[in-house]
């Protein structure tokens, strides 16, 4: 069998060929020829009856790695003889093919967690090459993203916590080397995407909130309102809130409004209404938070004084006998319900 390398040039020799007939004149005259279209025949210059095998087309070991070669060698006799002969022809590899993955671009989609070392993906390569010259070995090429592959499987994992709310999107490449001298190298994509998982409970911009409402306001006052926001997304970041424990006297809404839903008087609740809020998500399970609220009622002028002495029941005043002009005999005594200072 003949070797030669799959990078031989055309022209290259590939075996050499003698034949010889113990005729003489015409009859042993001798004349070979080649049934192959990826080689020819070549007669040796300044030698008899040699010849030799050349390349007459690029070769392919990938494509085709074993041909056979017919030789056939006839006399000018008459009737001519002839001959044949077969070998064949092993095409030698070469690196001359990089590692190809089978997909250009990974695209991950996984969900946030709270662990170290989530796998990932694992990426695939192939070399058509031969023995070393296909020998993959994985790495990716450094990025922002602390992720690590084995660099015999292609198995990708993460170093580190995947947390949507920090990074939700994140992109690198990956690197198949094979063992080739010279090594030839192929690349990849891989995009990961991380779903919410619901991991973070509402948050309130602040933790106690104080409102104030008009006493002798009709039902439907508007008082304020709460806010929380929810860093997960889609329906794990939609937040409702509940009153804890529900007042009469006022209606928390879904959305966090605060509206009255009696008509308040300020001197039957002189402490105003204190109650928590609770800020729920839509996830599943739904997370919370809470925050304090206190609505104190603010003070209108709708009580007329209340006069304690003298009375109808008690008019009476004593008093010393020849009191001097302009003496005090007694105080009038009334009472106004009034609020004079707003506690807050």
């Not at 198995?155 to 920090?166: G, P, Q, T, V, Y």
């Not at 006052?221 to 997304?233: K, N, P």
């Amino acid at each position: 069998m003949a070797k030669i390398s799959e990078n031989a040039s055309v022209g290259a020799a590939v075996a050499h060929i003698a034949v010889s007939d113990d005729d003489t004149d015409k009859n042993g005259d001798v004349t070979c020829s080649i049934q192959h279209d990826v080689f020819r025949l070549e007669k040796i210059t300044g030698e008899e009856n040699e010849y030799k095998v050349v390349v007459s087309k690029t070769l392919d070991r990938e494509k085709n790695e074993i041909y056979q070669v017919i030789i056939v060698c006839e006399d000018a006799g008459s009737p001519p003889k002839n001959s044949t002969a077969e070998f064949n022809v092993k095409v030698l590899d070469e690196n001359d093919h990089r590692p190809t993955f089978q997909s250009y671009k990974y695209e991950v989609v996984i969900s946030e967690n709270d662990f170290v070392g989530a796998s990932i993906v694992q990426v695939s390569a192939l070399d058509l090459d031969l023995g070393k010259n296909a020998e993959i070995v994985y790495s990716i090429e450094p990025s922002a993203h602390n992720f690590r592959i084995d660099p015999e499987t292609g198995n990708i994992h993460a170093n580190f916590i995947l947390d949507r709310e920090k990074v939700p999107y994140m992109e690198f490449r990956v690197l198949s080397k094979d063992k080739g001298s010279p090594s030839l190298t192929g690349t990849a994509v891989v995009t990961v995407n991380l779903t919410d998982v619901n991991d973070n409970p509402p948050k309130f911009n602040k933790s106690v909130y104080v409102m104030h409402a008009k006493e002798n306001e009709g039902p439907g006052l508007y008082v304020g309102e709460v806010i929380a926001h929810d860093f997960d997304s889609g329906k794990n970041a939609v937040v409702n809130f509940v009153a804890e424990p529900e007042i009469e006297a006022i209606k928390v809404l879904t959305d966090g409004s605060i509206f009255t839903s009696l008509t308040l008087d300020r001197e039957s609740r002189p402490h105003g209404y204190s109650f928590n809020v609770i800020a729920y998500d839509g996830g599943n399970p739904s997370l919370n938070s809470t925050a304090h609220v206190t609505v104190f009622v603010v003070d209108e002028n709708d009580n007329d004084p209340v006069i304690k002495f003298p009375t109808a029941e008690n008019g009476t005043v004593q008093i010393v006998y020849e009191k001097p002009t302009n003496s005090v005999i007694t105080y009038v005594v009334a009472l106004i319900m009034i609020q004079t200072k707003t506690p807050f």
